[in-house]
């Protein structure tokens, strides 16, 4: 029996064992030489990290058991993991902000170089079409251009001010020369347009010809304008979305994330991707812009389509010179019976003094209508010779590779492999936010409803706050005026007009408040004017 025992112990140290516990490994398998390695690399000072593994117990957000961090040095990761994620949404991103500011860019350079030419092609043809007529009212032309050229830039007043004045001044400068046997008088041509403007539309010198530029013009303005606040809009609250600070529950999931490991000594060890595809889609979802994306981009390509179509810029731009010159050739050739009217409703004109009359100018220099032939050879050009249809068709294209962006974002940032583990080693063991292991709890993405069930983040930290909210709403009131412009109206104005109906006062007229910088959905509106 003794040397049965003898023969035991002999034996006895060569059979394994059941091993230490789970604390005794951390003590034994685990040191912070890699992490202060790693954090020694990053500008930390060694001084503030322990040599070795100590209590955990004054940690506020990784698992309170044996450390490599101290108080300061868990609250240093806290801000640069915040930093590193928040950099990774925004580097995702920047294509989006990039391919939005370029097409804002090259659809404003197309829709001013369009006003330019269609002005220049005036310029051209209107002296050899009306000579004098043209050469001593040059301003007349150009301001009509420029005010053009205000609205679009949202620093003008509104297009019908713009045009009704337009065809008032050129009345009152066409209708003397067609009578220069008169004299006529600032209160005569104050009552001939009141006559020309009168609510009955009987007069009408210029025939159809202002009612139909307005049509045109007035629809392809307010297209194109909306259309290019959109664009901005968009580039400008997709760029701010993608700086988004992080709600301190968000910091806390992202420290746990990707700075708890260096904490616990396995710097090495990946964070598992379902851990960090809860925290994404909880910090970005709740802050990102779905589901207002998709009605966005599709308002801003059927406005894109109009543009290109019905409410062409091009062909609205064009149209100016010819629907002017239309309505002088309808003056000419009626004002017998234009003059007969106006005589009878205003009286007789003083008569001019025999050696002041002028002969009426050569029928020739008024009679001689721009052609449609003219008018096509001068047909404008759009920058860098790029036209409107290839535009609307490179921006379809590239829009549609970000209809998914928002819902995609959580992926893509967790295919970054600091802050996640490949896909390739999915079967590995990973940091489940509380160890090595495999992270079982269920990945929550999808609408924003449902990350109240999301296991990394509670109600309060998933849910949009006060800015996501307003750029939300932004990127809403900017696909309204989107939607209504593509069907022709100009909801800026009637937005206008509605609030100063409820202040009671439309003195100064409407057209002055137009001229106000565009408010943010979220900005109080001006103060009533008095009346």
């Not at 500011?101 to 404003?108: K, L, V």
């Amino acid at each position: 029996m003794y040397a049965l025992r003898s023969l035991l112990l002999l034996l006895l140290p060569l059979c394994p064992g059941p091993g230490p516990g789970p604390g005794i490994e951390a003590k034994v398998t685990r040191s912070c030489t890699e992490t202060r390695q790693i954090l020694g690399a990053r500008g930390y000072s060694l001084s503030l990290l322990p040599p070795a593994l100590i209590s955990g117990e004054h940690l506020r957000i990784c698992p309170q058991e044996y450390t490599c961090c101290s108080s300061e040095i868990e609250q240093k990761l806290t801000w640069e993991t915040e930093a590193t994620f928040r950099g990774l949404v925004e580097e995702s991103g920047s294509f989006l902000v990039h391919t939005l500011a370029a097409r804002h860019r090259r659809f404003d350079e197309v829709f001013r170089e369009v006003l330019s030419s269609a002005e220049h092609s005036l310029s051209l043809l209107f002296p050899r079409s009306f000579g004098r007529l043209y050469a001593q009212h040059t301003s007349l032309f150009s301001g009509l251009f420029s005010r053009l050229r205000d609205y679009y830039e949202r620093s003008g007043e509104g297009l019908d001010d713009a045009l009704v004045d337009f065809w008032a001044q050129l009345l009152e400068k066409m209708f003397p020369l067609l009578h220069p046997q008169y004299i006529f008088s600032t209160d005569y041509l104050f009552c001939l347009t009141r006559l020309a403007s009168s609510a009955d539309d009987s007069l009408k010198p210029f025939g159809d010809s202002p009612r139909r530029l307005r049509l045109q013009i007035t629809r392809a303005l307010v297209a194109a304008r909306a259309f290019i606040q959109g664009l901005e809009t968009g580039r400008d609250v997709v760029s701010e979305t993608l700086k988004m600070p992080l709600s301190e529950g968000c910091k806390r999931a992202v420290m746990r994330l990707t700075g708890c490991p260096l904490c616990r000594g396995v710097p090495s060890l990946p964070p598992c991707r379902g851990f960090c595809l809860n925290v994404a889609h909880g910090c970005i979802g709740s802050q990102g812009l779905d589901p207002d994306w998709g009605a966005y981009l599709d308002g801003l390509l059927f406005l894109a389509e109009k543009i290109q179509g019905p409410f062409s810029f091009e062909l609205a731009a064009q149209s100016v010179g010819v629907k002017i010159a239309e309505g002088l050739m309808h003056l000419q050739e009626n004002s017998v019976g234009l003059s007969a009217q106006v005589f009878q409703e205003c009286g007789s004109p003083q008569p001019a003094p025999a050696r002041a009359r002028r002969a009426p100018a050569p029928r020739e220099e008024v009679g001689r209508l721009w052609s449609a032939a003219a008018a096509e050879e001068e047909r404008p050009t759009t920058a860098a010779g790029a036209s409107l249809p290839r535009l609307v068709w490179e921006l379809r294209e590239r829009l549609g590779r970000v209809r998914g962006f928002w819902a995609g974002l959580p992926l893509t940032v967790c295919g970054d492999p600091r802050v996640a583990a490949d896909l390739s080693q999915e079967a590995a063991p990973c940091w489940t936010g509380a160890g090595r292991g495999r992270y079982l709890s269920p990945v929550v993405g999808g609408p924003q409803a449902g990350q109240i069930d999301n296991p990394e983040l509670d109600a309060e930290a998933s849910s949009p706050d006060l800015q996501t909210r307003r750029r939300r709403l932004q990127l809403r009131a900017a696909t309204s005026r989107m939607k209504a412009a593509a069907l022709g109206r100009d909801l800026e104005l009637e937005d206008w007009v509605l609030f100063l109906a409820a202040c009671g006062s439309f003195s100064p007229p409407v057209s002055r408040y137009l001229s106000l910088p565009s408010l943010s959905v979220c900005d109080p509106p001006p103060p009533c004017r008095g009346r």
